[in-house]
């Protein structure tokens, strides 16, 4: 892989100087060109052309001219929801930015087209709404409610709008992020995982595509800043994070939240173990790949990857084939490496913490409880004074409490039980990113990878 950068980082290198001197040549015969500004732009909601005609009931067409697959079922939400942009898209689902005018707030509508999916899809997801339904914690994506259409053809899920996207984009933006926002992004997905662990339910596919973000305030740093936090295997045009705080973050990544449960399970009991391969390759851990039972700790392993990949930006294991048996075969062994130069920089304590992340052993393998006691994981925030920090780590008040004989899994188990005409499938909505964005030559390296690596991700529904 080292090579594969390399050569992909210098080919970007060379076509970018090109352009650079086309531009200069264009600009001194008085041809100007505009140039992106380098720092996120973040806008507060603005009212749509949708949101507007949606005030008058004859402009109803005009949106279903642009969206017709709404045509079937948007008369049994236009009443209360007002669906402005499309912002993500499934095999059997669409899902919409809303405005809910009875509560006065955005959401997103998953709509889910049960017609067209096989038996067996619709009942493994009983599970999915019966567990997302009953969570209640700051860092994990919020299910509202649901309901089925009139005529059972389709069925609705109302969740929390996350209007930053996924972490994922912003690793390709930045290309790597500094191991302060990463700790910041890393301790909240920890939180919600420990909430999870405690309530006996495994997520299962824990992953950048994952994890949504609510956008802060972008505060940009001094020149003299930058080039102090500036790595040596930095591009020279590498997009700068601007200044991080505990309360703000960087980036504009603010809050960030969990989401996508599709894959996600319920342990009855603390010693219970779940037996089906699942989840994204590449993010799987070894048991996974084994016909054994696992345990909690596949999200710890899953945990380690997703650290790996923000504070360099490219993941632990990657194949440059289109084999996925080639990185199974690397998860197996554990075979990974802290490439230079990349991890020239990386202070050892991100580094110890990757290792017992990424354990073979799941025995040996950190615990939520011991990632959330690790050193590094505690930096700037253990002599804190006068910050808030329950904004982003501690649950909601009414939130259940954490233990396998509470009500919480008892609410659990009845709806497994009793809820069977519950039909849905939700995978979590996502933001694609900019289109035309200019990116820096190892940011188009680091995209080749996720790419190349999403082609060989396989997801096997339990």
Not at 102 to 108: H, W
Not at 121 to 141: C, D, F, G
Not at 254 to 279: E, H, R, Y
Request: include cysteine.
């Amino acid at each position: 892989m080292l090579d594969l950068f390399k050569n992909i980082i210098n080919r970007k290198t060379k076509e970018q100087k090109d352009l650079k001197e086309v531009k200069n040549n264009n600009s001194q015969n008085g041809d100007t060109t505009s140039c992106p500004d380098s720092g996120p732009s973040i806008s507060p909601p603005t009212e749509t052309h949708y949101e507007r005609s949606h005030h008058n009931p004859d402009s109803i067409n005009v949106l279903l001219e642009i969206h017709p697959e709404l045509a079937d079922y948007y008369t049994e939400l236009h009443t209360r929801y007002l669906l402005s942009d499309k912002i993500g898209e499934g095999a059997f689902s669409y899902v919409y930015k809303a405005y809910d005018s009875k509560d006065s707030r955005y959401l997103a509508i998953k709509i889910i087209d049960k017609s067209n999916m096989k038996p067996d899809q619709i009942s493994s997801t009983l599970k999915e709404v019966a567990i997302m339904r009953h969570l209640n914690h700051p860092n994990i994506v919020k299910l509202y409610n649901y309901q089925n259409s009139s005529d059972s053809k389709y069925c609705f899920l109302f969740l929390e709008y996350v209007a930053g996207g996924e972490i994922f984009n912003q690793i390709i933006k930045y290309t790597y992020f500094s191991e302060n926002l990463t700790r910041h992004i890393i301790r909240q997905v920890a939180f919600s995982v420990k909430y999870l662990h405690d309530n006996g339910i495994v997520h299962r596919d824990i992953k950048p595509e994952n994890l949504l973000f609510e956008p802060s305030t972008f505060v940009p740093r001094s020149k003299e800043d930058q080039l102090k936090a500036r790595r040596k295997s930095d591009d020279d045009n590498k997009v700068d994070e601007g200044k991080f705080t505990i309360q703000n973050g960087a980036a504009g990544i603010g809050i960030v939240k969990l989401a996508d449960f599709g894959l996600s399970t319920l342990l009855q009991t603390s010693n219970s173990l779940a037996k089906t391969p699942c989840g994204t390759v590449g993010y799987t851990s070894p048991e996974q790949h084994m016909n054994v039972g696992y345990d909690k700790k596949v999200d710890m392993w899953a945990l380690g990857c997703v650290l790996y990949t923000m504070v360099v930006g490219f993941p632990p294991f990657y194949s440059n084939t289109q084999d996925s048996n080639d990185i199974t075969e690397k998860v197996m062994k554990g075979d990974y490496q802290f490439l230079k130069p990349w991890f020239d920089e990386v202070s050892d304590g991100c580094t110890n913490l990757i290792s017992n992340l990424l354990t073979v052993d799941p025995a040996k393998r950190y615990s939520i409880e011991e990632l959330l006691s690790d050193p590094w994981i505690n930096i700037g925030y253990e002599s804190e004074k006068g910050v808030d920090l329950t904004r982003l780590s501690s649950p909601a008040d009414d939130a259940p409490k954490s233990t396998y004989d509470n009500e919480l899994y008892k609410a659990f188990s009845e709806d497994l039980i009793n809820n069977s005409n519950v039909d849905d499938y939700f995978a979590g909505h996502k933001i694609t990113s900019d289109e035309g964005q200019i990116m820096t030559p190892r940011a188009e390296a680091i995209k080749l990878v996720f790419d190349t690596a999403k082609d060989v991700q396989k997801t096997v529904i339990p």
